[in-house]
């Protein structure tokens, strides 16, 4: 079972669901403009903030090569977007992820556990080699989107994608989707052409959240998690969901009173954060991480190695909290101690 397939009803669309691309013009004639030329590298990074659109932009840019799979078609020449009509029969198919060219790699459900893996595993990532040596069903290209390539497997699965990088089929497009490029091995990011998307403005925010909800986008409550949202969607989504933009306050109102720490309010902050709610525990974690992006940008050297190290301890409980369900508060008490150590001049 994929990460798609493990998503509850009432979660908003997937990204192969959705149709409407909001903010992203831009990088979005960068990509029909390089298909049109029929020369198109065969491989693009696409990066940026997590929850503005990435894979949505990747999702139509599949979905519209798939559908035109001869770059030269009038059809093709006449297109000033990516858009496609919502009864095309390639859109239907890849919303019910029933395309024969187009393979998504992404975090898997542990069956064992019942939880997604923390990683794209190797075996995963080696579907691709039947993938791209087979010829393609409808006899045009074949798509692999990797969502995202921040959790590939590492080295061995990213060293898998490597191979396909560094020799690539005919008529093969893969579109890596990335929260932090940089991050990636060199060898990765030199073989991709790099389309960065840049965070959304609040309005755009605000009117693709209402969209996804179904939410009138001038809802006030809306408009709050959008202001907030730094410009990702994905965020603004998370701060709508139950009582996650009271937690936002009160996290920023602790993190505020930095390196001071109040142990009662930690307390309470642990209760608020529940059992083993992951919404909860993603909202607190990212609130957090753009305390530390905030300091990170004006740090001398000194303080940058304490905010970085803060950084990494701290995703790295998040992470093991999550996927070994750990109990909130002990977390709660370790990150705000860690904070501390970080913001001490």
Request: contains cysteine.
């Amino acid at each position: 079972m994929s990460a798609a397939e493990a998503r509850d009803d009432t979660d908003p669309p997937h990204p192969r669901e959705t149709t409407v691309l909001f903010g992203h013009a831009e990088p979005e004639q960068v990509l029909l403009e390089a298909y049109r030329s029929g020369r198109i590298p065969h491989a693009w990074l696409i990066g940026g903030p997590s929850g503005i659109g990435k894979a949505t932009l990747a999702y139509r840019m599949a979905r519209f090569v798939l559908a035109n799979p001869d770059p030269t078609a009038p059809a093709v020449r006449k297109a000033t977007s990516l858009t496609l009509p919502a009864d095309d029969r390639t859109v239907r198919r890849i919303a019910a992820q029933g395309h024969p060219d187009l393979l998504v790699l992404e975090r898997v459900v542990n069956e064992k556990t019942g939880k997604l893996y923390t990683v794209i595993r190797v075996d995963d990532v080696r579907r691709t080699v039947p993938f791209f040596g087979s010829t393609a069903g409808e006899g045009g290209w074949r798509v692999c989107i990797v969502d995202t390539a921040d959790e590939l497997q590492y080295p061995q699965a990213a060293n898998a994608l490597l191979k396909i990088l560094e020799e690539p089929p005919r008529n093969a497009l893969l579109l890596l989707i990335s929260h932090a490029p940089a991050r990636l091995l060199p060898t990765i990011r030199s073989r991709c052409r790099r389309l960065a998307l840049r965070p959304l403005s609040a309005d755009h925010v605000a009117r693709a959240a209402a969209l996804a909800l179904g939410r009138d986008a001038e809802d006030p409550e809306l408009r709050e998690a959008s202001a907030l949202s730094e410009g990702s969607v994905g965020r603004a989504l998370t701060l709508l969901e139950g009582p996650a933009l009271a937690l936002r306050k009160r996290v920023v109102d602790l993190l505020d009173r930095l390196p001071t720490v109040d142990p009662q309010a930690l307390h309470a902050l642990g209760d608020a954060l529940g059992g083993f709610e992951p919404q909860r525990l993603a909202s607190f974690i990212d609130t957090v991480n753009e305390w530390l992006a905030d300091r990170l940008a004006s740090a001398d050297r000194d303080r940058m190695l304490r905010i970085a190290e803060a950084w990494d301890k701290v995703n790295q409980a998040a992470r093991d909290a999550d996927e070994y369900n750990l109990e909130r508060k002990p977390l709660v008490f370790s990150v705000f101690g860690w904070l501390a150590e970080a913001a001490r001049t």
